[in-house]
């Protein structure tokens, strides 16, 4: 009989295939969305949504956060001591601009405005706007910006009456009494129209130049210049009412062999003065030695190759000139403004001396008078011809001991400068001061004399030679008492002497004058040397004020 029997049990487990359980529809459905999930975590990182997903998360958890946070309030109860501040109280000032309200057009306007330059001159601006066309147009018309300048001058009238030049100097009329006799028939000189034309003339020239047009003082320099002649003697006088400006000029080896450096190193210092005479010694002078220099280092610069041509025609100027100067100082002598008194004129005045018998000229004789005294002197030297009113700086130093080459001794027109025209000497020479004050009291005399109670001025000898010491006589061969008359008592003027001796009647004494120790000359000479003045045909100069 056949029948199937159950294996046998052989300790052995079955094959794995054999075991394998069959799986159902959702174990397959959870493996897949695993799996997918898995997927997702790691290709999502790499694409755009990254950003998205990570800021959805962290706002997920903040608001998570958010709503598990309690607020708790607790009502303390506290023991405070409050402390009531003290206030100060600060007023603080604010200051705003406030800005004018805009135009609605153009309004015109007109300004003035009133200054004073430096020089004295008033000047009055006037601004005025109007209305005009398209800037672009405006720009090419000469006439839409544009000035016109007008300077106003009143110029003055002169001094004619007596009572006048009383105005200027009270005491005139007792210095110079005969002007009383002469003022009728006294006529205001062309000079004077012709020294303002000049002044006029020089403003003219410098008008768009305002800080270069003569000052305001210097314009207004002259008070009058009146034509005189006496009635008597027929004497002709020219007066001039002006200030008083110095001058420093001149030199003269055979009086001064030496120079004051202050002097000729001012401004406007010139070796030289229209009125020169002959050199009478081989003493060189002072300046000649300077001159030379500047003429050789002038020479060698010019025989350098390569300058431009107007510096060769500078130079070239420069070097005849330089010549001309050495060679006069060779052969003339000049005045010395610091020891000789003397008066400036305008060269307004030069080349009218055919046509006015009134003009003055070199070496004509004056009178300089300033408030109560006057002074002899003669016309020295030319200066600008729109300018009037300079003296000698010995002149001025005697009317006011304060005065410089640059500080003037009398600013106000209150000195009188009485000039006799024609009264020169024929033949120039050294200044002789004693014969100077002799002629001018001559002249005087024939226009009136000076009046009771003043004095023509007594010039002091600068270079004269100091006299020798009195010589004692020898006393009697009687005796007498000191005090009597006939004998010496040593006083505080004289030395103390020893006991006379008595020297014998027959014995001449013979006197050896003391020869003065001759003047000590500078160790060296100035550093720099001013400018020369432009020489003329006459030797005459213009000095530049």
């Not at 006496?230 to 020219?238: E, G, I, K, V, Y």
Request: with cysteine; aromatic share 8%; hydrophobic share 35%.
């Amino acid at each position: 009989m056949s029948s199937e029997s159950p294996m046998p049990d052989t300790g052995t487990p079955p094959p794995y295939g054999s075991q394998r359980q069959k799986r159902g529809c959702f174990g397959s459905f959870i493996r897949l969305l695993f799996l997918l999930s898995l997927l997702i975590a790691l290709v999502l990182p790499f694409t755009p949504f990254a950003g998205k997903i990570k800021q959805g998360i962290q706002d997920i958890v903040a608001s998570a956060r958010s709503t598990k946070e309690r607020i708790v309030t607790r009502d303390v109860m506290r023991d405070v001591i409050k402390e009531v501040p003290v206030f100060k109280e600060v007023t603080k000032e604010v200051i705003r601009e406030v800005q004018p309200p805009l135009p609605e057009k153009y309004i015109p306007r007109k300004d003035i405005d009133v200054a004073t330059l430096f020089n004295g001159i008033t000047v009055k601006t006037n601004l005025i706007t109007e209305q005009g066309s398209f800037a672009s147009l405006e720009r090419l018309d000469p006439e839409a910006y544009k000035a016109e300048f007008q300077l106003s001058i009143r110029v003055p009238k002169a001094n004619q009456t007596l009572d006048e030049l009383s105005r200027i100097n009270k005491n005139l009329p007792g210095i110079l009494p005969g002007l009383e006799v002469m003022l009728p028939a006294a006529k205001i000189s062309g000079f004077y129209h012709k020294l303002y034309e000049n002044k006029t003339n020089r403003v003219q020239n410098e008008l768009t130049r305002l800080s270069k047009i003569l000052d305001r003082h210097n314009f207004y320099d002259t008070e009058t210049i009146l034509e005189l002649t006496h009635p008597a003697t027929q004497r002709r006088a020219l007066l001039i009412q002006s200030e008083m400006d110095v001058v420093a000029d001149g030199s003269d080896g055979d009086r001064m062999p030496t120079l004051d450096e202050y002097i000729y190193l001012s401004d406007y210092y010139q070796p030289f003065t229209s009125y020169a005479w002959a050199k009478t010694t081989k003493t060189p002078n002072p300046l000649l030695a300077k001159w030379e220099d500047r003429l050789q280092k002038a020479q060698d610069e010019y025989a350098k190759k390569g300058l431009s041509s107007s510096r060769n025609r500078d130079l070239k100027v420069m070097i005849d000139q330089l010549k001309l100067e050495v060679a006069d100082f060779k052969v003339r002598s000049s005045l010395i403004a610091d020891k000789d008194p003397f008066i400036v004129l305008s060269l307004l005045f030069r080349g009218y001396g055919d046509q006015n018998k009134f003009t003055p000229q070199m070496g004509d004789y004056a009178a300089v008078i300033h408030e109560g005294k006057i002074y002899p002197a003669i016309c020295g030297d030319y200066g600008p011809s729109f300018k009037m009113g300079e003296a000698s700086l010995r002149m001025a130093k005697t009317i006011n001991p304060k005065a410089t080459p640059y500080i003037r001794p009398e600013s106000d027109l209150k000195v009188t400068y009485l000039i006799f025209p024609g009264t020169a000497e024929k033949e120039r020479s050294a200044p002789d001061l004693a014969k100077w004050r002799e002629k001018c009291l001559a002249l005087l005399g024939e226009v009136g004399g000076v009046g009771a109670g003043y004095e023509l001025h007594t010039w002091e000898n600068p270079f004269k030679k100091p006299e020798p010491p009195p010589v004692t006589p020898p006393p009697s061969n009687d005796t007498v008492t000191p005090g009597t008359p006939g004998t010496l008592t040593p006083s505080a003027e004289s030395p103390a002497m020893s006991p006379p001796l008595q020297a014998p009647p027959t014995s001449p004494i013979i006197l050896t004058p003391i020869e003065p120790r001759p003047e000590a000359t500078k160790s060296g000479e100035a550093k720099a040397a001013t400018k020369a003045a432009p020489a003329k045909s006459d030797g005459t100069k213009v000095k530049k004020k």
